[in-house]
């Protein structure tokens, strides 16, 4: 607790709370913007961090996966475009509310359950990381191995709709971080003789061809259907459409309440990922409705369970990345680059090396959110005109930004020849239903996984039989072996589902043809 009282001590400066405003503000651009997400904003801002103190370095880029997690509701509502997958739920019921002319409530709506969401799940990780990190401790490099085999597996499996195609993304992630010097032979490794991949690929410029630029040369080929989508939007005269009432609120807090429960238990878990649990909170909600017919027409409970699991998500996801060194989402990997460059290495061993500096960022995450209500509600109307910029002006901006940001990773151009690698491997990825989240926690993951890897080896003597010796690496094991067998059988269940679907439908087709 003292820790926490010097925490706030050294955010509440002017200079610190300054660089929060400037994160959740851009964050709250970002996420407005179709395609445009916190995993971008982060990425392209490391490069952005280098001169400023650790502090607010950090606090920077959570303020900006803040602000675009709640941020993102704004063009899911307006345009029924989510500027996140994750906020897909949102526009289910958002936009018909826009539609009939009650867009600031439902983005009122929407801020509100954002940021109760993201503060109470900020409380959670509090709560939760000490304790787990020193248990952390007690895990040797045979335990820590079974449980990076776990998290990959386990994310690779849920990422996408297909178990083999995830496994085989994280494995080309733990292979592309294989490039570069061998630690122990010093020997250098798909290098091809080029200086600049001795030190290995650099996650920042991947990170911002596969996120960031990619989805620009996707978004450029949906342009004139945004553009014609955000022209259809116009707000009611009357005040009860234009606010939350009473009445709606006591409706929606027990929303709220499950919402982030879901969110915060599905963020600690590795690899679910903030659109699990904002789809999962949504059902949840229309399940215990009593008008469960009327979701998807307008029901602003739709919003607010949608939003509260959304960016609960984000705090709860650090909890495994702060306890144990393990990212578990996209976000998390990327913010290990920022750490690492700030002389931080997320694990237990920070507790006790650096519990003010952790302190510190517990202090200006519980900033950034209430910043987040101040920024989203005094400045909603500008942001919701956002959405009406042409795409093919926003596009350019981006890119530039991209550009400036690979760059400054390394002073070398090399890392935007990366960057334009990588980008079409995103494309690609995208195009083919490869999932990109597990791509990048297995680069993140690969170096760990591959040091030990090697430990257990050596400790175990090249014996499976001495796992008895290791109940932890043993118990995860089995639960990989268990999680593959789990998610191949939902797999086919959901496959075969989706073809008695497709083939009612092809009979019915034909049917009315026939008549």
């Excluded at 787990?132 to 690779?156: D, K």
């Excluded at 996650?203 to 040369?217: N, Q, S």
């Excluded at 791509?439 to 030990?452: D, M, Q, R």
């Amino acid at each position: 607790m003292d820790h926490l009282i010097i925490g706030f001590q050294n955010v509440l400066t002017p200079s610190t709370l300054f660089w929060v405003t400037v994160g959740v503000t851009l964050g709250y651009v970002l996420g407005a913007l179709p395609g445009l997400g916190k995993a971008t904003g982060v990425a392209v801002a490391i490069p952005m961090t280098f001169y400023l103190p650790p502090v607010a370095a950090i606090a920077l880029l959570i303020g900006i996966a803040k602000g675009s997690a709640a941020g993102s509701a704004v063009s899911a509502i307006l345009l029924n475009t989510p500027g996140e997958p994750s906020s897909a739920p949102t526009a289910l019921d958002g936009y018909p509310l826009a539609r009939q002319g009650k867009a600031q409530k439902a983005l009122k709506m929407g801020l509100f359950a954002s940021v109760i969401g993201d503060f109470l799940s900020t409380l959670v990780l509090i709560a939760l990381a000490a304790p787990l990190a020193s248990y952390a401790l007690l895990i040797g490099p045979v335990e820590l191995c079974a449980i990076l085999l776990f998290s990959l597996t386990f994310i690779g499996g849920l990422a996408g709709r297909s178990m083999l195609k995830g496994l085989i993304a994280a494995a080309f992630g733990v292979f592309f971080a294989t490039v570069g010097i061998e630690t122990e032979t010093f020997i250098p490794r798909l290098t091809f003789g080029l200086l600049e991949l001795d030190d290995g690929i650099s996650l920042v410029p991947m990170a911002i061809g596969v996120l960031a630029v990619a989805e620009m040369v996707i978004q450029g080929g949906n342009a004139q259907t945004l553009d014609r989508e955000a022209a259809q939007i116009d707000d009611s005269a009357r005040p009860e459409d234009r606010r939350v009432t009473l009445a709606e609120w006591r409706r929606c807090l027990p929303v709220i309440g499950r919402g982030t429960l879901i969110g915060a238990v599905v963020g600690i878990l590795p690899g679910l990922g903030a659109s699990v649990g904002s789809f999962l909170s949504y059902g949840a909600t229309q399940r215990a409705s009593k008008t469960p017919e009327k979701f998807g027409t307008g029901m602003i409970e739709g919003v607010a369970a949608a939003e509260s699991a959304d960016n609960a998500v984000v705090p709860s996801s650090f909890v495994p990345l702060f306890a144990l060194g393990i990212p578990g989402s996209v976000i998390a990997a990327i913010l290990i680059a920022a750490l690492v460059l700030h002389g931080l290495t997320p694990g237990p061993m920070m507790f006790l090396e650096q519990p003010q500096m952790i302190a510190d960022l517990y202090a200006a995450m519980l900033c950034a959110s209430v910043i987040l209500l101040i920024v989203g509600y005094v400045g909603q109307r500008v942001f919701a005109q956002i959405i009406r910029v042409p795409i093919r002006l926003i596009i350019p901006v981006v890119l530039f930004l991209c550009c400036i940001g690979a760059y400054m990773t390394t002073n070398s151009l090399f890392s935007i020849y990366l960057m334009l690698g990588f980008a079409l491997l995103g494309f690609f990825a995208r195009k083919l239903e490869f999932s990109f989240v597990t791509f990048l926690i297995g680069f993140v993951i690969g170096p760990n996984l591959e040091l030990t890897f090697r430990q257990s080896l050596q400790i175990l003597d090249h014996d499976p039989a001495r796992l008895v010796g290791h109940p932890i690496a043993l118990l995860f094991g089995l639960l990989t072996i268990a999680t593959v067998v789990w998610i191949s059988r939902s797999n086919n269940r959901l496959s075969a589902r989706r073809a008695a679907a497709q083939s009612a439908g092809t009979d019915q087709t034909a049917e009315h043809s026939h008549i």
